[in-house]
């Protein structure tokens, strides 16, 4: 089975094939980030108009790369949500007209599943049941899973979830876009001693997470400083990167107690952030659980994990299915189980 993968859900263009004996036989991303980093943040229209732009010549450029023709196509899959409607769109339409044009199956696809099913891209699968961590731009949840496809919320983010609380915090210290790499980068020179940022949520029990306080936080600390010097946005950098982290790590540790499971997978673009990965990698060795992680290529959105997700649920590939949705909020418990094709 050979699929096609085309993920548009916010600012990359990603377009994978994906065979299930050679495995993944080529990947192209495309960044929006010198588009929309003037503004300091994703402008949703813009969004849409670039992905319009790339999609279709990102497909026939990877399809002649990897000598893949129609013919060889079984089905398509591309993110249906979550995400921002216009770019998801985008891909939805593409998808289900050539799904039309070729006369194979086209199917939507969960973007968190995407993400935590990237692990698959990996030399060594995690086995299940496992506990996921999905720390995205606009996710942070823990979900308990026996099997792919059945998907139990143990916790998730009340308002901010970390990536939202990256960019902002980054945006107060005069930082590029997207926040996260600008800050962790900044961190490597801040003295981790001179500011104690708040763990929100850790002193009660429970699984939910909430970032907004540290945006404030950040906010009120940058203002009592008054001049702020460069030394100050680093300490302050180090400081609510040590908080998200930590906070994080909590959470994941409660939710491998409350579980009992053994592997702990964690996916979304937050992952690629290499003081929580040490961090959970001290946590796995605490626990003696496995601590599993996609490769840095496929942390952040790609089609390669759209296109692996959309090959594990073969059983629900309908060749009449011309509908073209997109869903900007979706729970990842509404999806409906993997079955055995």
């Known amino acids: ?27 192209s991303l495309h960044s929006q980030i010198d588009i929309h980093a003037a503004y300091g943040g994703v402008v949703p229209e813009l969004a849409s108009r670039d992905h319009i732009r790339r999609c279709l010549p990102m497909i026939d450029d990877l399809m002649a790369q990897t000598r893949t023709k129609p013919e060889d196509l079984d089905a398509i899959a591309f993110t249906e949500g979550p995400g921002l409607i216009g770019a998801l769109l985008v891909g939805a339409s593409i998808a289900r007209s050539l799904g039309y044009a070729w006369g194979i199956p086209s199917i939507g696809i969960h973007h968190m599943e995407g993400h935590l099913l990237a692990s698959e891209l990996t030399d060594s699968p995690p086995p299940y049941p496992l506990v996921a961590l999905l720390v995205s731009g606009g996710h942070t949840q823990l979900m308990a899973s026996t099997r792919p496809g059945h998907y139990e919320l143990l916790g998730e983010s009340v308002d901010d979830a970390a990536g939202e609380a990256f960019d902002k915090a980054a945006k107060m210290l005069g930082l590029g876009y997207p926040g996260g790499p600008e800050i962790a980068k900044l961190a490597l020179l801040g003295n981790s001693e001179r500011f104690d940022f708040p763990r929100p949520m850790t002193k009660k029990p429970g699984l939910d997470f909430s970032f907004s306080g540290l945006k404030t936080h950040t906010l009120i600390t940058l203002q009592s400083l008054g001049t702020v010097t460069d030394q100050d946005k680093a300490d302050i950098a180090r400081a609510f990167q040590d908080a998200v982290v930590e906070t994080i790590v ?90 055995s094709p």
């Open 1 to 27: 089975m050979r699929i096609l993968g085309i993920e548009t859900s916010c600012d990359e263009t990603g377009i994978a094939i994906y065979d299930d004996q050679q495995g993944l036989l080529g990947h």
């Open 250 to 339: 909590i959470k994941c540790e409660r939710a491998i107690l409350q579980t009992g499971f053994s592997e702990l997978v964690m996916a979304g673009g937050v992952s690629a952030n290499l003081e929580l990965r040490a961090a959970l990698a001290k946590l796995g060795q605490k626990h003696h659980i496995t601590i599993h992680y996609p490769d840095l290529k496929f942390c952040t959105d790609n089609g390669a994990m759209i296109a692996v997700a959309g090959l594990m649920r073969q059983s629900l590939w309908d060749k009449q299915n011309w509908r073209i949705d997109a869903r900007a909020r979706w729970p990842m418990i509404e999806l409906e189980p993997i079955r």
